[in-house]
């Protein structure tokens, strides 16, 4: 075990490799984590990651492992987080105050964090949504970042309620997500697909914001894309539109945030105001992974799914026979590039056409979505229950075997298939 003395406004950074457990503990003092507060004794477990534990006033920290990096640093960026934060809140408290006074419930802050890949926009997305909670709100978290899956498994577009602090081991609260399955790990596999579930993300919670006005005040905070050139930048510029962003927070790039606030400056937010472009530094303390990292992560995520954030839960394994799973896909067909085309012609393809899938074996280890979709033309429009992982298929006895998070019947007929493979032995 070893203690850690930091002086106000430092922070403890942490990284643990894969497979690694580290706890920190709060000896005296004060100190959070992605902006949630450690109780006194409290022994909080890192995993897998990086972290950061900073004090305003002051703490003595104790960690028992051995974590791969261990240092206090100084030159931490969270007063300018904090301020960010206090803007957001102040909006939060002028929608409460106009709600009495009208028919409609008055919508608080939409705040988009926007920046290239490893610049922090996870990390400050957990430390707004705990702020906003610490201080009385209850906002709703929307991660657009396909490719990361803090919500729920990899590949989807998902939002939550966040009503108490996020926890550091469990993650994000999953007890009534919004989840639309999308199936790939990058928007360019299909980007109209991409674009119509964000509309999609964006008209549920429009509606249950309109029918609520504790749900409207609390405003969102939205998780978006590490790629942001091209097509990445196009793709942004629609979700900021689609879930009309009031606040747009620019982590890092000075390119990216001159480009944004002339592109979008002037144009109005669901608060019925300019939106508002703001520039954050990155914190000292990210860590830039390689591509291989971002593949285990997703696995992990995937992983953590059915077996749960610690090991602790048994997903149940079923084999069932081939022609009982109604397979389906969204788009995925092929479409000859633009140059193979002849001069002003645009290729036929549907990219949100619904077609039938027949099992075969390159379905092993595939993730598949249940859906809610009460009949295969609602597949498109529809949100997912949850997920299957296919681990084998016998061809000759014509059967699958997948892994359910429980056991009993799917709560859905339909399944849809993308090309999300995840390993889990």
Not at 152 to 178: N, R, S
């Amino acid at each position: 075990m070893t203690e850690y003395k930091l002086s106000k406004l430092t922070e403890l950074r942490l990284e643990v490799a894969k497979g690694k457990e580290v706890f920190v503990s709060l000896h005296s003092g004060s100190a959070e984590i992605f902006g949630a507060e450690l109780s006194l004794g409290q022994r909080a477990r890192l995993s897998g990651g990086a972290a950061a534990v900073f004090t305003w006033e002051g703490a003595t920290l104790e960690v028992e492992g051995e974590p791969d990096v261990a240092y206090v640093a100084e030159d931490t960026p969270m007063v300018a987080y904090v301020n960010a934060h206090h803007v957001i809140d102040n909006l939060r408290s002028e929608a409460r105050a106009r709600a009495p006074a009208s028919d409609a419930p008055a919508q608080g802050p939409r705040v988009v964090v926007a920046g290239p890949a490893d610049a922090g926009k996870s990390t400050l997305c957990r430390m707004l949504l705990n702020w906003a909670v610490r201080a009385g709100g209850q906002p709703t978290y929307v991660d657009l970042d396909v490719g990361q899956g803090t919500v729920t498994a990899p590949g989807c577009l998902a939002a939550t309620p966040v009503e108490t602090p996020i926890d550091v081991e469990e993650g994000y609260p999953v007890q009534v997500p919004l989840v639309f399955y999308y199936g790939h790990v990058t928007p360019s596999d299909a980007p109209e697909l991409y674009q119509y579930l964000v509309d999609r993300v964006a008209g549920v919670l429009d509606r249950r914001a309109e029918a609520s006005p504790e749900v409207a005040a609390a405003g969102m905070v939205v998780n978006t894309l590490g790629w942001v050139e091209g097509l990445g930048y196009e793709l942004l510029l629609h979700v900021v539109r689609a879930v009309k962003a009031d606040v747009l927070v620019v982590m890092e790039q000075d390119r990216l945030y001159n480009q944004l606030k002339s592109a979008l400056g002037g144009e109005e937010g669901s608060m019925g105001r300019p939106l508002q472009v703001v520039k954050l530094p990155k914190s000292g303390g990210i860590v830039a992974r390689s591509p291989q990292a971002r593949k285990d992560a997703r696995v992990a995520r995937a992983r953590e799914y059915f077996y749960g954030p610690t090991g602790a839960l048994q997903p149940h394994a079923q084999t069932v026979a081939a022609e009982q799973l109604r397979l389906f896909r969204i788009g995925g067909g092929f479409r000859a590039p633009s140059s193979a085309l002849p001069l002003g012609a645009s290729s036929k393809a549907d990219p949100l056409k619904v077609s039938p899938v027949a099992v075969g074996p390159e379905l092993t280890h595939s993730l598949l979505a249940v859906s809610h979709a009460a009949a295969p033309d609602q597949l498109l429009a529809s949100n997912v229950a949850g997920f299957v992982l296919v681990t084998g298929v016998d061809a000759a006895r014509g059967t699958v075997t997948y892994l359910a998070p429980c056991g009993g019947p799917l709560p859905g007929r339909y399944l849809l298939v993308g090309s999300l493979k995840a390993f889990l032995d």
